[in-house]
């Protein structure tokens, strides 16, 4: 603008020096002309210096822009890989949770058909056994297993380990039922009361007369009745796990016992929770 305004100037005053007269009135018309052109050039340049100003700040801003579009960039992709990582976890415990799931129910089937089965083989032994029941024969059902608890008085004569006749009349009936139910394990428990044993010759104690009374039922349900040996347990519990502590003839009568323990056979469950 500065040079357009110096060759209008050198134009002017060529022009002034070219012409003899000028009459008044071009002249003010002129130096008019001249003053319009200077304050606009003053006020363009003013303009210029501003709209360079403006775009120092746009450009400022932009560089701003940028890095805050770069930095929320870096947290999209932070939070995309993070949300990918967490979806892919997501679905790996969703396809655990349901095996885990089928696993449940395929347990909860088996515990089921177990019970129903504990259920039927109770009621199948108090039918078969229902004439011995006032002679101190019970059955029951005790953490998913059948128990038949026979007092030492239905089994056999007062410290002996010899099963009289109507004690093998009961196993008699026993053993027909298992025979029948081949997945079932047995497992005989002899029970002795805390009074001491004395003067029964082989007999020691009370953990002698316990398992020896366990292995006559055995060996009777096994060698007579055909029970197979490979489902049976004989053990001895001596005194320590009476139904009933107290002091009394009654509850020493109840912890003089024979409990024959029926379980299903657990193999479909065992291999189950293991595999």
Request: hydrophobic share 35%; net charge positive; proline share 3%.
């Amino acid at each position: 603008m500065k040079i357009k305004y110096c060759l209008l100037a050198a134009a002017l005053l060529l022009t002034l020096h070219s012409c003899v007269v000028m009459s008044p009135k071009k002249y003010k018309a002129l130096v008019a002309q001249r003053d319009s052109l200077s304050s606009r050039t003053v006020t363009l340049e003013e303009e210029v210096y501003n709209l360079k100003k403006e775009i120092a700040g746009l450009k400022a801003d932009t560089a701003n822009l940028n890095r805050d579009l770069a930095r929320l960039n870096d947290n999209y992709n932070k939070l995309n890989n993070t949300y990918s990582a967490t979806s892919s976890k997501v679905n790996q415990l969703s396809a655990d949770l349901q095996k885990r799931e089928a696993r449940l129910k395929e347990v909860e089937d088996i515990l089921r058909k177990r019970d129903e089965a504990t259920n039927a083989l109770r009621d199948k032994l108090q039918k078969a056994l229902l004439g011995f029941q006032q002679s101190g024969l019970s059955v029951d059902i005790r953490n998913g297993k059948v128990y038949v608890s026979l007092t030492d008085k239905l089994l056999f004569p007062s410290g002996s380990i010899v099963i009289d006749d109507r004690g093998k009349m009961a196993l008699q009936q026993l053993a027909a039922v298992l025979n029948k139910e081949p997945d079932i394990n047995i497992a005989v428990e002899g029970h002795t009361d805390n009074k001491k044993v004395i003067n029964l010759g082989q007999i020691k104690d009370n953990w002698d007369l316990s398992v020896l009374r366990a292995t006559s039922v055995t060996r009777y349900l096994t060698d007579v009745e055909n029970v197979d040996p490979h489902r049976l347990t004989a053990t001895g519990k001596g005194e320590y796990q009476p139904i009933d502590p107290s002091d009394t003839n009654e509850a020493r009568s109840k912890n003089r016992r024979i409990e024959i323990v029926l379980s299903p056979k657990l193999d479909e469950l065992y291999n189950l929770i293991t595999k």
